[in-house]
């Protein structure tokens, strides 16, 4: 097996990591995809393929993943936190 081959399972694997760092921060999709981008040069497509994957392999996972993850938005501390993000933005 060439260098050339392994080179694109790799980039997988390493697109996966950073997708699994994104969860351990309770990111959502949308917000792996732009982290990804700006801080690892990701292309969204690519983050966001393999996230589809993720899921599909991980279906229970990601079903308790986005419950839990709906309801800590919609609670008051976190309201203020995106709150404080979307400020952020705005100051890029």
């Known amino acids: 097996m060439s260098d050339e081959s392994?080179?694109?399972a790799s980039y997988i694997r390493l697109v996966q990591h950073l997708i699994e760092k994104c969860l351990c921060y309770d990111m959502d999709k949308e917000e792996?995809?732009?982290a990804l981008e700006k801080h690892a040069n990701i292309m969204p497509a690519v983050t966001s393929t393999?996230?589809?994957?993720?899921e599909k392999e991980n279906k229970e996972?990601?079903?308790t993943y986005k419950k839990d993850h709906g309801e800590q938005r919609?609670?008051?501390s976190s309201e203020q936190?995106?709150?404080s993000r979307?400020?952020?933005d705005n100051d890029n």
């Open 6 to 8: 392994s080179s694109p």
């Open 32 to 34: 792996c995809v732009k």
């Open 50 to 54: 393999v996230w589809k994957e993720l």
């Open 61 to 63: 996972f990601f079903e």
């Open 74 to 76: 919609t609670s008051p």
């Open 81 to 83: 936190s995106s709150a």
């Open 86 to 88: 979307s400020s952020d």
